[in-house]
């Protein structure tokens, strides 16, 4: 069995929080929900990929993480990024749910990428092909 | 301020400010990703930075917190000095 990619992860400042904006404005699904100490493995999924890489909302308690957090968000640069099937679209919707995009849809050679305020310390990048 | 002249000097700072053109308040991440997405220009983001440093030394770009993300602007107004001195004529 060829090793494979089953987890990756981002930090958040609030668990709840992150949660909250992953399954309702981003539209994952909740997958694991483990409590751990002070904290909670917790993990979800593209909606329709139930065994899909899974996405670990992961406590930035630790002092560096928050000063890479911060160093990203100065200059722009996106924690992580997910695709979508059109960028615009998504954004559009991301908008009426009350979602800060810092980067508008704009294509960039082969894709479309946007940016968006995941409000748990990161620019997430989203991208479809252009 | 820098001198206008030497930061128009270079070619990369001139696409710098190209882009800015096209779309005024980018982040440091946006700019190196348009310059190499759209230009291929190679530097490194911390070659890109410094050019903004230059450029915004010499007035040219603005830098402004948008919460907490760095956004650069063009500032034009420094280009009057060259047709103050050298002015167009009719």
Request: proline share 7%; with cysteine; hydrophobic share 40%.
């Amino acid at each position: 069995m060829p090793i494979r990619i089953n987890i990756t992860s981002i930090f958040v400042d609030d668990q709840a929080k992150a949660l909250a904006f992953y399954t309702e404005k981003l539209g994952f699904v909740p997958k694991n929900d483990v409590p751990l100490g002070p904290h909670r493995w917790l993990t979800v999924v593209g909606p329709g990929e139930p065994d899909g890489t899974e996405l670990l909302l992961e406590p930035d308690e630790h002092p560096a993480a928050k000063a890479y957090q911060r160093a990203l968000v100065e200059d722009g640069i996106p924690a992580t990024s997910f695709a979508v099937d059109d960028v615009a679209a998504f954004v559009r919707e991301l908008e009426a749910k009350g979602v800060t995009v810092t980067q508008p849809a704009t294509e960039m050679g082969p894709v479309v990428v946007a940016t968006i305020d995941d409000t748990c310390g990161n620019l997430i990048q989203l991208t479809s092909p252009a | 301020m820098g001198d206008i002249f030497r930061a128009l000097a270079d070619p990369t700072r001139r696409q710098i400010l190209d882009e800015l053109t096209i779309r005024d308040g980018l982040t440091l991440f946006e700019i190196c990703g348009r310059l190499m997405m759209l230009h291929g220009v190679v530097s490194s983001r911390q070659a890109i930075s410094q050019h903004l440093a230059v450029l915004e030394e010499a007035g040219l770009v603005h830098t402004r917190r948008v919460g907490r993300t760095k956004i650069h602007e063009l500032n034009t107004a420094p280009l009057r000095e060259i047709i103050d001195r050298w002015p167009i004529t009719p």
